[in-house]
């Protein structure tokens, strides 16, 4: 496995939790947990974005991995 | 007019009329009552069932009686909403048995209490040495009420510093194979939504006992049939494994990467998702 491919895993694998979060977030009743989640949300979110970043310049630099 | 049809019309009509006094009377236990309050339900049981067998010579006599024996409770009972000091002297004041570990043996007297009782008091709230009672009151209505000492007390979450999720009270949602739909919208789930849950299950709706949605939004099921294993869930738990899988490999790239800002970067985000972990922990993990 090529960075960049592992590198994706766990972009796909984070961008997942940041979904399942968020159904947690819809369906608690509670409104300190959906505070905890949403915040969980954001920052995941941040995350991800510079993970994507980096991701392309992966690409760029080995583009014969593209897609991978 | 014969006798049985004026035992059924009284009767009948006495029942009614207790129905509506009872429900006046409020929805205390009889049985955790203050003594007085017992004597008088007592009295009025016995009144109405005199009238109603007509064993009465004159039935305005027993209404009179019944009046009194049901309305002046209620009243005192109002009085003592008012008053702190009526309430005292109606329903008597509370009486502390047990002061800083030390048994009252005064108060015990005036309850007319002996230590045998009290001890059979106290071990029925589960303190069997009274060296682990700090503190107990007898209520006005004879209960007796234990306050632990606190190295003696069940350890809590607060006690060990720990954070916990606030929960819910879980809601019943299928109750013997029918949905309960009202607790279903206080939710604000849907019929679709329950039906997606059970297809996920694998289950169908009349092999459901019991169904209760916890606080996060999670079914659990209880079937009929018992020998089949249904899977718990676990969505949670899953989603806390792979987020820490996900920081492992945050901090894996950080030490095989070459590039500077890269490497930064991944520490970062790293030691970011390792606070969200913890944070996450308590609600994720119970």
Do not use: C
């Not at chain 1, 590198?7 to 947990?33: D, H, I, P």
């Not at chain 2, 207790?18 to 017992?38: D, Q, S």
């Not at chain 2, 979450?157 to 109750?175: F, N, S, W, Y």
């Amino acid at each position: 496995m090529t960075v960049a491919s592992q590198l994706k895993k766990t972009l796909a694998s984070l961008k997942g939790n940041q979904g399942t979060l968020e159904l947690y977030a819809l369906q608690t009743r509670n409104e300190e947990t959906k505070a905890v989640y949403t915040e969980t949300i954001k920052d995941l979110g941040i995350i991800i974005n510079d993970l994507e970043r980096r991701e392309q310049i992966l690409e760029f630099e080995e583009p014969q991995y593209k897609g991978n | 007019m014969q006798a049985w049809i004026q035992v059924l019309t009284s009767s009948i009509s006495l029942f009614v009329l207790m129905l509506v006094l009872v429900r006046l009377a409020g929805k205390r236990n009889i049985a955790r009552t203050t003594p007085f309050k017992f004597i008088s339900y007592i009295v009025a049981a016995i009144i109405t069932a005199l009238m109603s067998l007509n064993l009465l010579p004159n039935i305005y006599l027993g209404f009179i009686a019944l009046g009194v024996w049901v309305l002046l409770p209620i009243a005192l009972d109002y009085l003592a909403l008012k008053s702190k000091w009526a309430h005292d002297v109606i329903n008597g004041k509370q009486a502390v048995l047990v002061r800083r570990g030390k048994i009252m043996e005064e108060s015990l007297f005036r309850e007319r209490m002996t230590g045998e009782e009290l001890l059979r008091e106290l071990r029925s709230k589960n303190a069997f040495a009274l060296a682990d009672v700090e503190f107990a009151v007898m209520e006005d209505t004879g209960d007796i009420n234990v306050f632990i000492k606190s190295d003696r007390k069940p350890l809590s979450a607060h006690d060990l510093g720990r954070k916990v999720a606030p929960l819910a009270e879980p809601q019943t949602v299928i109750l013997d194979g029918n949905i309960l739909y009202e607790p279903l919208s206080t939710l604000g789930f849907n019929r679709e939504w329950l039906g997606t849950q059970l297809e996920t299950a694998g289950v169908s709706l009349d092999n459901v006992f019991v169904g209760q949605v916890d606080s996060s939004g999670d079914l659990y099921l209880d079937l009929f049939d018992d020998s089949v294993q249904l899977p718990q869930p676990t969505v949670k738990e899953m989603l806390y494994a792979s987020l820490q899988q996900s920081q492992a490999d945050l901090v894996t790239y950080s030490l095989e990467t070459q590039d500077k800002t890269a490497q930064a970067m991944y520490s970062r985000h790293a030691k970011k998702l390792a606070e969200l972990m913890e944070m996450l922990q308590p609600y994720l993990l119970r």
